[in-house]
C-alpha cells in the first residue's frame, strides 16, 4: 500500500542522532538492524537512544521521551529494572554462555509449564522468528502434512513461508512478498481473513486433509492492535480438532502481557502450540516454543524433527526471563498494566475525537493501539482504510513533546509496570496539543 511520509520538520534537538544515523547509513542497510526502526512511514529521521530507564528512554541529544514501545514488547517491568539488572550482573561473573544444560534452563521452562494453560514441554531458542519457524517444522512433522494455514496482516517472524501477507514491517513498508523467497517456500501457505471464519471454513474445504497447522496472533499486534472475537477463536478450534489440524497461537507479543497465563489464557482457549518470545527473555534474545508432550517429544533429541542452537538457553538469557516472570508474578501487577493502559487509550481516543479526528482503538491488559479511521477494524483490510499520512504527523508531533510511539501504524504500543499516571496524562495532554495540529 501506499505509505506517505510525514514531514521531518522538527524542533527537537537532533544533531548528534542525525550525525550518528548518517554514519549508520554508510555502515548498515538503510541505517538500522531491522526495518520499522527506521521511520520511514512516519517521515523524518530515527531517534538515537543512549540509554532507557524505567517507562523513558533517553536519546543521544540529551531529550528525555515516554516510551510506548518497550523494545517492541520485553520491557514490561520497565527497562533496566534493577532487580533484572542485577540477577544479570550476578550471572555474568559466572559466563554469558554454557553450551551445555544449566539449571536456569529447568526453571525458566517450569515457570512457563506452570503459567500457560497449554505447555506441558517447552524449547527455548534465541527469538520470535527462530520459535515460529521451528514449531512451522515440528506442525509439518507431526501431521505429517505440509500445508499452514495463516492470517494476512499476521507476522511470525521472518521465516520464508511466513513472508506472505505478513504484518508489522512487511505492511509498514508497503512491500508485498520479499524477493528472495523461493515461490516453492510459499507454495505451501494458504491465508485467510482475521476475524472471519467463513474464511478459513472454506480454506480447509479447498484442502481437505492437506493443513498440518494454523497460526495466529491471539491478539493482532502487526497490523495494529485488532482483538480477535472469542467466536472467531472458538471457531478456529473446534475447526482445528474437526481436520486434525494443529492450532498455533503465536503469543511472541501476547505472551504474558495480555495475562499471567498469556492471551491463551484470557481467552479461555487451548491450542496445541504456542510460540514465545519478547517477555520470555527481559531483554534480552529468547524465543520459544511449547505444548502437548506427545507434540514436543517430536523435537530432537527426544524424537526425529532437527532444530538446534549454539546460544539458545544461555544462562544470561535464562536469568532475565526468570527474573521479569517473577516480578510479573507479584500482587497488582496485570491490574497495574490494565488501568494504566486503559486510562491512556480512552484518553487518546477522547481528545481525538473532541478534535475532530475519525478514531477507533482499544487494548487489552498492557497492549494498545488506535487507527485514524472511524472503524470498527477487524482485520488488516479495515485497518489499511486508516490514515496513515495522519497519523505520521501524529507521530511526530508526540515525539516532539517527548512521546515515543512505535514509528508505524501498523504496530501496536505497549505500557509497562514503570509507566504512571503522571506519564499517562502527559501523553493525553500531548496528544491533545497534537490532534490540534495535525
Ligand atoms: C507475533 C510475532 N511473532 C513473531 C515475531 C518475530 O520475533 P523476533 O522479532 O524476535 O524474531 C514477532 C516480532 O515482533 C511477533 O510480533
Not at 219 to 245: A, K, M, Y
Not at 317 to 330: H, Q, V
Amino acid at each position: 500500500m501506499a505509505v506517505v511520509a510525514a514531514p521531518p520538520k522538527t524542533t527537537l534537538k537532533t544533531e548528534k542522532s542525525e550525525k550518528i544515523f548518517k554514519e549508520a547509513l554508510t555502515l548498515l542497510p538503510g541505517g538500522v538492524n531491522s526495518p520499522v526502526r527506521a521511520f520511514k512511514s512516519v517521515g523524518g529521521q530515527p531517534i538515537i537512544f543512549e540509554r532507557v530507564e524505567g517507562p523513558y528512554c533517553f536519546d543521544v541529544d540529551g531529550n528525555k521521551y515516554v516510551d510506548y514501545v518497550g523494545s517492541w514488547g520485553p520491557a514490561i517491568v520497565g527497562h533496566a529494572h534493577p532487580e533484572v539488572t542485577e540477577a544479570l550482573t550476578e550471572q555474568i561473573k559466572k559466563g554469558t554462555s554454557y553450551g551445555a544444560p544449566c539449571e536456569l534452563e529447568n526453571v525458566l521452562a517450569k515457570i512457563v509449564i506452570d503459567r500457560v494453560p497449554s505447555i506441558e514441554m517447552v524449547r527455548f531458542v534465541n527469538s520470535g522468528t527462530e520459535a515460529c519457524l521451528s514449531v512451522l517444522r515440528l506442525m509439518r512433522a507431526y501431521t505429517k502434512r505440509d500445508k499452514l494455514l495463516k492470517f494476512v496482516g499476521c507476522y511470525h517472524g521472518h521465516a520464508d513461508s511466513y513472508l506472505v501477507q505478513a504484518g508489522s514491517g512487511v505492511a509498514t513498508l508497503g512491500l508485498p512478498d520479499s524477493p528472495g523467497v523461493p515461490a516453492a517456500s510459499t507454495a505451501a501457505t494458504l491465508t485467510a481473513t482475521y476475524n472471519d471464519l467463513e474464511s478459513v471454513r472454506q480454506t480447509f474445504e479447498a484442502n481437505k486433509d492437506e493443513i498440518a497447522g494454523v497460526i495466529l496472533e491471539p491478539v493482532v499486534g502487526n497490523s495494529g492492535f485488532i482483538p480477535p472475537t472469542q467466536e472467531f477463536l472458538e471457531g478456529l478450534r473446534q475447526l482445528c480438532t474437526d481436520n486434525g489440524t494443529l492450532l498455533c497461537f503465536d503469543e511472541v507479543m501476547t505472551g504474558f502481557r495480555i495475562a499471567k497465563g498469556c492471551a491463551q489464557e484470557h481467552f479461555g482457549i487451548t491450542p496445541d502450540l504456542t510460540t514465545l518470545g519478547k517477555v520470555i527473555g527481559g531483554g534480552l534474545p529468547v524465543g520459544a516454543y511449547g505444548g502437548r508432550r506427545d507434540i514436543m517429544q517430536m523435537v530432537a533429541p527426544a524424537g526425529p524433527m532437527y532444530q538446534a542452537g549454539t546460544l539458545s538457553g544461555n544462562p544470561l538469557a535464562m536469568t532475565a526471563g526468570i527474573k521479569t516472570l517473577e516480578i510479573l508474578d507479584r500482587p497488582g501487577t496485570y491490574e497495574h498494566l490494565d488501568k494504566v493502559t486503559g486510562k491512556l487509550i480512552q484518553g487518546i481516543l477522547d481528545a481525538g475525537r473532541e478534535a475532530g479526528h475519525e478514531m477507533c482503538g482499544g487494548h487489552i491488559s498492557g497492549m494498545f493501539g488506535f487507527f485514524f479511521t472511524k472503524g470498527p477494524v477487524n482485520c488488516f483490510e479495515d485497518a489499511t482504510k486508516a490514515d496513515t499520512a495522519k497519523f505520521g504527523r501524529f507521530h511526530r508531533g508526540m515525539l516532539e513533546k517527548g512521546v515515543y510511539l512505535a514509528p508505524s501504524a501498523y504496530e501496536a504500543g505497549f505500557t509497562s509496570l514503570a509507566h504512571t499516571d503522571a506519564d499517562v496524562e502527559h501523553t493525553i495532554q500531548a496528544a491533545r496539543e497534537t490532534f490540534a495540529e495535525i
